[in-house]
């Protein structure tokens, strides 16, 4: 099982950037996709955004055009660019390893200890 460790996270004015990593044990990285989630307070965790063995990105809509994710297959090491932070957008973000095939995102089990987001206003 693949081991993932998630850092970047911190406290940031509402407008203000931050920039997520994802660091994956193992030598497979290059042939999985990768995702990021997010759990808001008193939220489920849900899906933000995927990216392909291949580098194709899909996004959810509340994020698109401000987060980025992107890929380091040299370093095993995923990225969430945050660009115009919202308060909603405070939340853990964790990443996930799995594989996405068009739009859909099919997750496995291995997930990070994520990291903790917070946009003030």
């Known amino acids: 099982q693949v081991q993932l460790v998630e850092s970047g996270g911190g406290l940031v004015q509402a407008g203000g950037s931050l920039r997520l990593s994802c660091v994956a044990s193992?030598?497979?990285?290059?042939?999985?996709?990768m995702a990021w989630y997010r759990r808001a307070p008193g939220n489920q965790r849900v899906y933000v955004g995927a990216?392909?063995?291949?580098?194709?990105?899909r996004y959810v809509d509340s994020v698109k055009g401000r987060f980025t994710i992107s890929r380091d297959n040299a370093k095993n090491t995923v990225y969430l660019q945050m660009n115009s932070l919202k308060p909603e957008d405070t939340a853990v973000y964790y990443c996930?390893?799995?594989?996405?095939?068009?739009?859909?995102?099919?997750?496995?089990?291995?997930w990070g200890q994520g990291t903790q987001v917070t946009v003030s206003s």
């Open positions: 193992g030598s497979t990285f290059s042939r999985n996709g």
């Open positions: 990216i392909s063995s291949g580098g194709d990105t």
């Open positions: 996930n390893s799995g594989d996405l095939y068009g739009s859909t995102w099919y997750p496995s089990a291995s």
